[in-house]
Each structure stands twice: as C-alpha cells, then as structure tokens.
C-alpha cells in the first residue's frame, strides 16, 4: 500500500495521445487521468514536462560496467547492483532487466561462477535483502550455447526459477553479427582486451561446434524456459530458415535482428522485434548491421533496448522518426512489458501499475522526478537560470 499521489500540470502521453493536467495514484495503480484531485495527496509538480509511463528496458548490460568499471578492477556485487539501480531510475528505467552474459570469458570478466552470482543478488534483491534497491530488478539470462557449461548454468537458473527472461546466443564468425573471421577478432580485440592470438583461438573452440550441437542446445534452453513460464529471446538473428526454426519452438522475442530483411521476416511470424536504442540515438550499429532508424522507417520495430547505455532508452523517445510522440513512447514501455509478460505496466491510464517518469524535455531528456510502484522514487531538481 502506499499513500495518495498526485503528478500534476504536466502534458501526460497516454497510450493514444498526449494531454494536459497529471496523473493521481492511489494502492500503487494510476486512479485517475487528466483533471486530478490533489487534495489530501503527495504531490509532485510537473510544470513544463512530459509524464511518461517508467520505462522497461529488456535488454540492459550496463550491470557489468558496474561491477568492473576498469579492467582488474572488481567492486562488491551489491554496490555494482546499487549503482545500477540509481543510474537507471535516472535515466527512467523503472523496469530493469539485467542482461547477465553466461559465457566463459575471463579476459570480459564473463562466466558461469560470476553470472550465477549476479543472479543470486538480483534474487535477494527482489526478496528486499537490505540493499534498499527501488526499481523493479529482473534477470535477463543470456545463454552462449557453443559453450556447453553455460548451457548447464542457464539450465539449473530456470530450474530454480530465477529467470525472468532468457535468450540464446552464438558468438562465432559468419553468424550473427559477426560477418567474419575479421569482424569477430575486431570485436574481442577491441571491447574484451583479447589478443588477435586469443580470438583466434575462441574462433576455432566455437566454431568446432557442430550446428546440430548447437541446435540441439538452443532446444533444450527453450523446452525449459517454456516449462519455467520464461518468455525466451534470440539474438542476432539473421536467416529465415532459423528465425522459423525458432518461432515454431517457442521463441517470441528477435533480439538485434541482423538485416531489414530478418527483422521483417521474424515480425512476420509474431516475433517482437527489439533493437538497440544507442543505434537509434548515435544514428548507426557499431558493428555496421542493420541501423534502427532504417528499421523503424520500415516498421518493423516493435521495442528498444537500453543495451550498454541506459540513458539512450529516454534518449532514443525524442529522436524524430516521423511518428507521433505516443507510438515512440511505447517502443520503449507499453510493448517491451508486454513481450516480457507484464501487462500491468507501460501505459498511463487507470488500473495500470503506477510506475512513471517526469522528463523535462529540453535542451536534452532528463527525468526530474520517477514513481515506482506508486511511491517517489527519484527526485532530480535541476537548477535553472533566474
């Protein structure tokens, strides 16, 4: 339970248009749209700014930036988590989901041992361990299959029923995102700190893994999150036949498809298409696959995620893309949650759960104020020129 609140003298986006006048709670759901009583009521002022459902981030690595902020540098897992769940109300991410890597790669500061640790904390986490986190924490497993323990791992996570979203991965050169030999051994030299010597050698572990193996494991993750309730992604889609393949075992979301024509193919068969809102927002992949905004224009994104940068999710709202400013706003909220299973949330509008964000739009997106579960979660006053 949590007392009355109201947000107010603010231009509202709600799921089909954006009005004047705030938004009252009351239990932790939205009472009341548009003309709000605030008598009795917590009030937050949000004059001259957009009230914006909180933002659901399904895809957000920047945990690992947390935890090792240098090379070599390891924090304690409850600060790296602390940290995190500051950084993203601040950017208005109320709904986090922690895309923790199981893949043995020690020079990344990637494996089974710290994934599974992470996990736990993000499990204690949402018991109310003493952390005091305030957004809505969840784990994102992200599986490697040509690495057979970290298909073990993933497995005994969602026997455990510590997984709240799970995707399948394969890093290994001509699938992918990794074109080739060359743009594989570009990737681990340059963002994990590994000899060319090294990545030579990754190459020719992951890639003497029979298709079939890999299959055969992609399979098993995915009868397991199925039986687990789990929503289950793919990453770095690329071929029709495989995007097939996985959409008639159960995979609903197509993380990052590859090319125009994969994300149009995966959106055909009822996938959600999700990209990366840093691609959007810096107007380019880093890997030169296929841009967002050409994918947007060709509507065939259906969410964003926040990848490596939080900050670009807000961000990524405000980029003109010709469309109306409700239908950006749900790229990042109403559809992300749905595809995740939680239809409670992403959308103002009574009986939804009471998580917003106040952005003040100008002369960048910043968010003044947020609301988690209908309690004040994050207050930003920004000084401005008298």
Not at 34 to 61: K, S, T
């Amino acid at each position: 339970m949590s007392d009355p609140l109201v947000v107010d003298n603010g231009r509202v986006v709600t799921p089909d248009r954006v009005l004047e006048g705030g938004v009252s709670v009351e239990d932790g759901r939205i009472a009341a749209v548009g003309a709000v009583d605030e008598a009795g009521a917590r009030r937050i002022d949000a004059r001259g700014q957009l009230v914006v459902p909180g933002l659901v981030d399904l895809h957000g690595d920047d945990i690992e930036s947390q935890l090792h902020p240098r090379a070599g540098a390891r924090m304690d897992t409850r600060l790296a988590l602390a940290a995190a769940d500051r950084a993203n109300l601040a950017a208005g991410i109320t709904t986090k989901f922690h895309a923790v890597s199981f893949e043995q790669d020690d020079d990344a500061n990637r494996s089974p041992a710290l994934a599974a640790e992470l996990t736990a904390a993000v499990d204690r986490a949402g018991d109310g361990d003493g952390i005091g986190l305030v957004a809505d924490h969840r784990l994102h497993a992200r599986c490697e299959v040509t690495q057979q323990a970290c298909v073990e791992a993933v497995d005994a996570v969602l026997r455990a029923g510590d997984a709240d979203l799970v995707s399948v991965m394969s890093h290994i050169p001509g699938k992918g995102q990794f074109r080739d030999q060359e743009a594989f051994v570009e990737y681990y030299r340059n963002a994990t700190d590994h000899t060319v010597e090294e990545a030579h050698e990754m190459i020719e572990q992951r890639g003497s893994v029979p298709m079939g193996t890999l299959r055969d494991r992609v399979d098993r993750i995915v009868e397991r999150a199925r039986a687990a309730g789990v929503v289950v992604a793919s990453h770095d889609d690329e071929q029709p036949a495989e995007i097939d393949r996985l959409a008639d075992n159960g995979v609903a979301i197509s993380e990052y498809p590859i090319t125009l024509a994969a994300a149009e193919h995966a959106q055909k068969r009822g996938l959600t298409v999700a990209m990366g809102a840093p691609n959007l927002v810096r107007g380019e992949s880093q890997w030169g696959n296929l841009r967002t905004a050409e994918a947007i224009e060709a509507g065939t994104v259906d969410a964003l995620v926040a990848d490596y940068h939080p900050p670009s999710l807000l961000a990524a709202v405000f980029v003109d893309t010709g469309e109306p400013l409700p239908e950006r706003v749900a790229r990042v909220t109403a559809r992300p949650a749905a595809a995740a299973g939680l239809p409670d949330r992403g959308r103002i509008e009574p009986g939804a759960r009471a998580d917003l964000a106040v952005v003040d739009p100008e002369p960048t997106p910043t968010v003044t104020a947020a609301v988690v579960g209908g309690r004040p979660a994050y207050r930003a006053d920004p000084a401005r020129p008298r």
